[in-house]
Nanobody, 120 residues
Framework: QVRLVESGGGLVQPGESLRLSCPVSGTFFSINAMGWYRQAPGKQRELVAE???????NYADSVKGRFTISKNNARNTVYLQMNSLRPEDTAVYYCNAKIWDSWGPDRDYWGQGTQVTVSS
């Protein structure tokens, strides 16, 4: 069973930083892609940043220059460094991984989410 567990969320003031982490555990053949999404109250879940299966990165326009996605392949962990946080970044942040396991070559897995609140 593949499991993703986010950590690192919290309450910060505007302009401050947070670093989210998401290790992937369980039994699988490979991780094809990993990324971070967020969902604010009353809004749809949206892509924040991702590593594609081709190895490139994509960022939402609203976070470019402020957020950085990184990963440690040896630890099967993806990170999201969030700087210069704004109140509009407030949301539940979810980790996503597209994984090749015994159930299929490109299955979607999600973490349970971690709350990020930016408020003065």
């Amino acid at each position: 069973q593949v499991r993703l567990v986010e950590s690192g969320g919290g309450l910060v003031q505007p302009g401050e930083s947070l670093r989210l982490s998401c290790p992937v555990s369980g039994t699988f053949f490979s991780i094809n892609a990993m990324g971070w999404y967020r969902q604010a109250p009353g809004k749809q879940r949206e892509l924040v940043a991702e590593f594609t299966s081709g190895g490139s990165t994509n960022y939402a326009d609203s976070v470019k220059g402020r957020f950085t996605i990184s990963k440690n392949n040896a630890r099967n962990t993806v990170y999201l460094q969030m700087n210069s946080l704004r109140p509009e970044d407030t949301a539940v942040y979810y980790c996503n991984a597209k994984i090749w396991d015994s159930w299929g070559p490109d299955r979607d897995y999600w973490g349970q989410g971690t709350q990020v609140t930016v408020s003065s």
